[in-house]
T-cell receptor, first 115, second 112 residues
Framework: DARVTQTPRHKVTEMGQEVTMRCQPI?????VFWYRQTMMQGLELLAY????????DSGMPKDRFSAEMPDATLATLKIQPSEPRDSAVYFC?????????????FGPGTRLTVL | DQQVKQNSPSLSVQEGRISILNCDYT??????FLWYKKYPAEGPTFLIS?????DKNEDGRFTVFLNKSAKHLSLHIVPSQPGDSAVYFC???????????FGDGTTLTVKP
């Protein structure tokens, strides 16, 4: 049963601290997405990778957020320094990269609380 | 500018009745549409999709209708079951862009 995994599932940290969230996409998937869900803004796309290359990170605050794929089995989202407004659930999703019918498989999310 | 809108934050229906969830989009370049369902403490899961070359797609109790001229799609669930209670996200994409734009979601509650 292939699934997207995310760690940690929950993170509580203090303002100013660095936060790193990790995602393991489904083996064989070549697209990876990072989303943020808040009460106010639904599902917001932060970054999108295809074959490990970043294609779109226009939704991500560049001054504090960074997303990388060190290898095909790991995607990371880092916030430095974190702020209370970053509190949200962060989802990673992966897909096969099919141009027309591609669906995304989501991980369970990382619930981040910044105090 | 929100390109995908789900104007009803919540919907409550009785078990056995029809649930209709609506979604509007503004970008005429969108040519593929998806619905995802999300339970609490879980990630969204794919439910059903439709290409812009169709106006209807059916999968069991779930049917998605697309009205391109109105830039409107809807998800029908018949009959509704308590297990259908979840948040439903509408998503739209342009197949050349490679990414989907999501609405804010509609929380469906099906009462026994």
């Amino acid at each position: 049963d292939a699934r997207v995994t995310q760690t940690p599932r929950h993170k509580v940290t203090e303002m100013g601290q660095e936060v790193t969230m990790r995602c393991q996409p489904i083996l064989g998937h070549n697209t990876v997405f990072w989303y943020r869900q808040t009460m106010m803004q639904g599902l917001e796309l932060l970054a999108y990778f295809r074959n490990r290359a970043p294609l779109d990170d226009s939704g991500m605050p560049k001054d504090r957020f960074s997303a990388e794929m060190p290898d095909a089995t790991l995607a990371t989202l880092k916030i430095q320094p974190s702020e209370p407004r970053d509190s949200a659930v962060y989802f990673c999703a992966s897909g096969l990269g099919q141009e027309d019918t591609d669906t995304q498989y989501f991980g369970p999310g990382t619930r981040l609380t910044v105090l | 500018d929100q390109q995908v809108k789900q104007n009803s934050p919540s919907l409550s229906v009785q078990e056995g009745r029809i649930s209709i969830l609506n979604c509007d989009y503004t970008n005429s370049m969108f040519d593929y549409f998806l619905w995802y369902k999300k339970y609490p403490a879980e990630g969204p899961t794919f439910l059903i999709s439709i290409s812009s070359i169709k106006d209807k797609n059916e999968d069991g109790r779930f049917t998605v209708f697309l009205n391109k001229s109105a830039k409107h799609l809807s998800l029908h669930i018949v009959p509704s079951q308590p297990g259908d209670s979840a948040v439903y996200f509408c998503a739209a994409r342009n197949t050349n862009a490679g990414k989907s734009t999501f609405g804010d979601g509609t929380t469906l509650t099906v009462k026994p």
